[in-house]
Structures are given as C-alpha cells and as structure tokens.
C-alpha cells in the first residue's frame, strides 16, 4: 500500500509527529502481511503524482495564527488540477496538526484540522477522525484527527511528549487498518 504523508514543519515538532504516524501507518501494515511504501514529505517536496499514486495522503501543519500554514495551503492549492480530473476519489485520508496552544483554548487546533479534511473531502475523499478508543485520545486525540499540543503554559515551545508520539502512532495504524478493509 502506498501512503503519502505530507506536512509542513519549521522547528521539528510536526517532522517528529508525522515521522510517529508513519511508524504507526508501517507497523499496521506489516501486522496485516501488506507491503508497505510509506513517504514523509515536507509540502514544498511534493509533486501532484506523489498524490495521485498514493493510496492513503495525510496531511499535517503546525497551526499558523489560527489555521494551517501557508504551505500546505500552497500543496492544497496546486491540487486543483488532480480534482479536474478525480484523481484523488475514492482514497482514504488523515490529518494532524501541531499548536502551541498559548492560552489553552487551542489556538485554532479545531479549524486547522476541519479546513484539512475539507480538502480532502472536496476531492471526494474518505477521511478518518480520532477514535476515543485509539490509545493517546486524552494527551493528542481530537475527534477530527490528531492534534499534538507543544507549547506550555507561558506559551514557550516545549516539544513533543512520548504521550502525543503514542496516539501519533495509534492514529497512524488506524488510517492505514481502516485503508486496508476498504482494499
Ligand atoms: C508564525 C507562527 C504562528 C503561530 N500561530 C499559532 C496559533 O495561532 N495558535 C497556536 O496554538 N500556535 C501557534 N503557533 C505555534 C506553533 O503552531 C507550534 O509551535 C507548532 O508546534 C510548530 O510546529 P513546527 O515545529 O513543526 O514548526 C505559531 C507558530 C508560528 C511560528
């Protein structure tokens, strides 16, 4: 199966998130016996065929003053030709993000995921929330998909805790399961 994960990271926070999700994504596939090819990309690396042949796309951005940053925008943007054609119907998707949730009200968490999947949803997609019974719901788990808090209290960056690399990786396993019985 082949599965594109493409995000947007400028200190590393989300780079470590989406490198947990792939783990999560390769450890399911090898638990069902599928060959798995599973890229990580950075947005600005990603080409409209790395798209269109991929099986499963996940998409993450760090929250940028209360959506996603610019460059997935750009990625999303540029898709519109694959959407003229239909190309991306049909496959299954998941989305993450990273926030430095100043305030703790989340900071745009909520919107960065929803404008996400109503990407996805546009090109007739099929996406995947966030269980409540994937391990790390309480630390990462949003209904809309995974969403790894990294600043603390006084709004300093404080990285990524092994709690939110552990629902990174129950998400993970749960897009590609979810792929798998709908193979
Ligand atoms: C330009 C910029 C704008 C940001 N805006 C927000 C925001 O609106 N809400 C929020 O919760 N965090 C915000 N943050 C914090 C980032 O979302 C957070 O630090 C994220 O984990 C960074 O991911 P990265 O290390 O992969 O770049 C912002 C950070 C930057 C650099």
Request: net charge negative; hydrophobic share 45%.
């Amino acid at each position: 199966m082949q599965v594109l994960i493409a995000y947007h990271s400028d200190y590393q926070h989300t780079q470590s998130v989406a490198d947990a999700v792939a783990a999560g994504v390769q450890a399911a596939l090898a638990d069902e016996g599928e060959t798995a090819s599973v890229d990580v990309k950075q947005a600005a690396d990603v080409n409209l065929d790395d798209m269109r042949n991929a099986e499963v796309i996940i998409f993450g951005s760090p929250v940028h003053m209360g959506s996603m940053a610019w460059q997935m925008k750009q990625l999303i943007d540029s898709g519109s030709k694959l959407w003229m054609a239909g190309d991306l119907e049909g496959k299954v998707g998941g989305v993450f993000a990273t926030y430095g949730g100043f305030g703790g009200a989340g900071g745009g968490v909520e919107q960065t995921l929803m404008s996400l999947h109503a990407n996805f949803l546009e090109h007739g997609m099929l996406v995947c929330g966030f269980p409540r019974s994937l391990s790390g719901f309480a630390e990462a788990g949003l209904h809309w998909g995974l969403a790894v808090r990294t600043g603390n209290d006084e709004g300093m960056p404080e990285g990524v805790s092994d709690s939110a690399l552990v629902a990174a990786r129950a998400y993970g396993a749960h897009i590609a399961e979810t792929a798998l019985r709908l193979k």
